[in-house]
């Protein structure tokens, strides 16, 4: 249940900004009281889901300061972690990187030109990203980037939205897994940098309130 309700945050199922009725949760996910608030508590900490105290719970709002700065704070976490990666990195590293890009690649493909964000290719992006910092050796920074990718995962799906030209990942997601297996840190690091601030560049270009309408329609 704490999956599917992260998924309908996440998706825009439930809007940004809109009060989380109890009632209409548990008739939509057939849980009890108790479930429920401690699954909004869990994303509140997430900062899916926001608490206001007698107010209640609201799906979290989107901004263009919430989007600058997750956006920020990626890239900080991020390279940090696939620095720290391409400098511990072993063979088994280097394998799963290339078997992720190769399943996330293969998906693409299928997919052709109706190329777009679905929950099979969200798995297997993350995989991949997941893959490329995989030998980072914290947990910690481990647990604070899981968090920050799932908060802009909802920014992915708004920019995909409003994207008016198609955007193939897999030519940015080879060249950044050709830099990090070759041990070229300054390259990966740019290259990762540029990845992550496209969303934001994206949605903020084509203007985050017809995002916003785009997700309320």
């Given amino acids: 249940m704490l999956r599917r309700l992260r998924e309908d945050l996440i998706s825009c199922v439930l809007k940004p900004g809109d009060k989380l009725r109890f009632e209409a949760l548990r008739g939509l996910y057939g849980v009890s009281y108790s479930t429920l608030r401690e699954a909004l508590s869990r994303l509140s900490s997430e900062g899916l889901v926001i608490a206001e105290g007698q107010r209640g719970f609201f799906a979290a709002p989107i901004s263009e300061a919430d989007l600058l700065d997750i956006t920020d704070a990626r890239v900080v976490l991020e390279l940090e972690c696939v620095t720290r990666a391409m400098e511990r990195g072993d ?8 078997s992720a890009f190769h399943k996330l690649d293969r998906l693409e493909d299928s997919m052709g ?20 910092v995989g030998a980072a050796g914290s947990p910690t920074l481990s647990e604070l980037r899981h968090l920050l990718f799932e908060r802009a995962r909802r920014y992915r799906r708004i920019s ?9 990942k897999s030519g940015e997601h080879r060249v950044m897994m050709e830099a990090v297996l070759s041990r ?13 601030r496209e969303v934001a560049q994206n949605v903020l270009r084509n203007g985050l309130n017809v995002a916003l309408a785009e997700v309320q329609a």
Avoid: G, Q, S, Y
Wanted: proline share 4%; hydrophobic share 45%; charged share 40%.
């Fill in 91 to 98: 063979a088994n590293w280097e394998a799963a990187i290339i």
């Fill in 113 to 132: 030109e109706k190329l777009r964000t679905t929950p099979e290719w969200d798995r297997l992006h993350m995989e991949f990203h997941d893959a490329l």
């Fill in 160 to 168: 995909a939205l409003v994207r008016k030209e198609p955007r193939r």
């Fill in 184 to 196: 070229d840190i300054d390259v990966a690091r740019d290259l990762m940098e540029r990845h992550i």
